[in-house]
């Protein structure tokens, strides 16, 4: 039973991970939407959006934003799991300014 048993909860934790993680992007990329009108520009970091990293993002994912100048401007967040956590074999997240996420498989 515990064979069957640990593997799927190991999975049940992964995919909350994810989620979390998801959820997270996604309040960056509208925090991103709300930057760029006042800013004209996209912002580089979660903290300059106000939007520090939740501890339970934390602890698996490693946030970062690449914001291009342009023209036009743009950007990507990307959560890349930390290596060593039940993560690490879950593949990066990404979104960026079009709405665009990848892995589709994982969204």
Known sequence: MASIALPAYGKYLVRGNRAAAQAYLLNLAQAQAQYF?????????????????????????????????????????????????????????????SGARTPTNLW
């Open 37 to 97: 009108a006042d800013a004209h520009e996209y912002g580089g970091t979660p903290t300059a959006l106000n939007l520090p990293v939740p501890a339970e993002v934390a602890s698996y994912y490693t946030i970062t934003i690449d914001a291009a100048g342009g023209p036009p401007p743009s950007f990507t967040i990307t959560a890349t799991p930390v290596l060593g956590t039940r993560q690490a074999g879950d593949g990066n997240l990404t979104i960026d300014n």
